[in-house]
């Protein structure tokens, strides 16, 4: 909104036209979010704790997490309240990719907070059901790939990191392909965030990838320059992951250890479904499986756990996901933590090598 306002001052005063520039408008997004973070982020705990809003705590978990018992949850509602307007304030509004990103937030966002609300204020321990939860996230993919699908000027390829000229047009089988991708991404950060701080920090380092990931493929020269699918308009989204990476850094000031507020699942899935339609829109689809690997892993260690229990009866990790796994080891929680990050770090620089090696 401010962009559109203040870029037609371009013609009173020349300075104006700074905001012409993808990478200013960026930088503004990311401390507009941080800011809106740290002045409604205690606000927030005070009002969440009032409410009684609490995190319940799994009495078959680790036994220091019952120390946790009373934080108070539902506290992605910051992240998404922060994202949402330093995206609106600053991006250029007319743009269809960015109208799909904040479209699957929004809508992933409300999915989450009704699971919350029925866990959390309704006492209901199942929460939203399965079913409707990912009927719900499928049916909000499905109409954003078949938008996709249908502009003429998006590609239904999908092309293989490390190799320039590995291509496969899936056609038709773009749509469910893409809508798998974006459920996919939203449920793996929704297993992920089950420790302080561990969620957020892959998050805005995945945030930070696919914002060079967008800027580079919106941009014809640079994507020319390294052999990468130009998609017009697609250098918008790296406003929006300006100011997911701004939200997540003055959300970790109150969810790092030991936390004040968790994310609960109004926060996880939103960032994990906004992550996903990045990926789908800047046609590096199959890079997020490397970009993400933290959350593939963790979802993976869910799916074995559950699968080796119902065929062999017996258990693989002492705990699933994976990170309880190793605080049941003995690893501490702020150990773990800062070792994911590390690993996410690693892989994104991995990932964003593929720019060059091709």
Not at 140 to 153: K, N, P, Q, R
Request: glycine share 10%.
């Amino acid at each position: 909104m401010l962009y559109h306002f203040l870029y037609k001052l371009t013609e009173v005063w020349f300075g104006f036209n700074v905001f012409r520039y993808i990478t200013f408008r960026t930088a503004i997004a990311t401390l507009t979010a941080l800011i809106l973070s740290f002045v409604l982020g205690p606000w927030l705990i005070r009002r969440l704790t009032q409410n009684q809003i609490e995190q319940s705590i799994r009495t078959d978990g680790p036994k220091s997490h019952q120390v946790k018992k009373g934080t108070p949850t539902m506290g992605g509602t910051l992240v998404l309240c922060s994202i949402v307007t330093a995206t609106l304030l600053w991006a250029d509004l007319k743009s269809l990719y960015l109208g799909l990103v904040l479209l699957v937030t929004v809508a992933f966002g409300m999915i989450g907070f009704i699971d919350d609300y029925l866990k959390v204020i309704k006492k209901n321990s199942r929460g939203l059901p399965g079913r409707y939860k990912l009927g719900g996230q499928f049916l909000i993919a499905l109409a954003v790939a078949i938008i996709l699908y249908g502009y003429s000027d998006f590609p239904t390829t999908l092309d293989f990191p490390f190799f320039k000229k590995l291509q496969l047009d899936l056609g038709l089988f773009y749509i469910p392909f893409a809508a798998l991708v974006i459920v996919g991404a939203s449920n793996a950060v929704n297993l992920t965030d089950g420790l302080d701080g561990l969620a957020m920090g892959p998050i805005m380092i995945a945030g930070g990838t696919y914002l060079i990931f967008s800027y580079v493929a919106g941009h014809t020269q640079f994507a020319d320059y390294l052999q990468i699918r130009h998609v017009g308009g697609a250098g918008e989204l790296a406003v929006f992951c300006g100011a997911l990476i701004g939200a997540g850094l003055g959300f970790l000031w109150f969810n790092a250890y030991p936390a004040q507020m968790f994310m609960g699942d109004v926060g996880s899935l939103p960032l994990g479904g906004a992550l996903g339609t990045i990926a789908v829109v800047t046609k590096q689809e199959l890079l997020l499986v490397l970009v993400g690997g933290v959350f593939v892993v963790e979802a993976l260690s869910v799916i074995v756990q559950v699968v080796s229990y119902q065929w062999r009866g017996k258990r693989v990790f002492q705990m699933a996901p994976i990170h309880h796994h190793f605080e049941l080891k003995g690893w501490a929680e702020p150990k773990i933590v800062v070792r994911v990050w590390i690993v996410s770090i690693i892989l994104s620089l991995l990932a964003l090598s593929a720019l060059k090696l091709r």
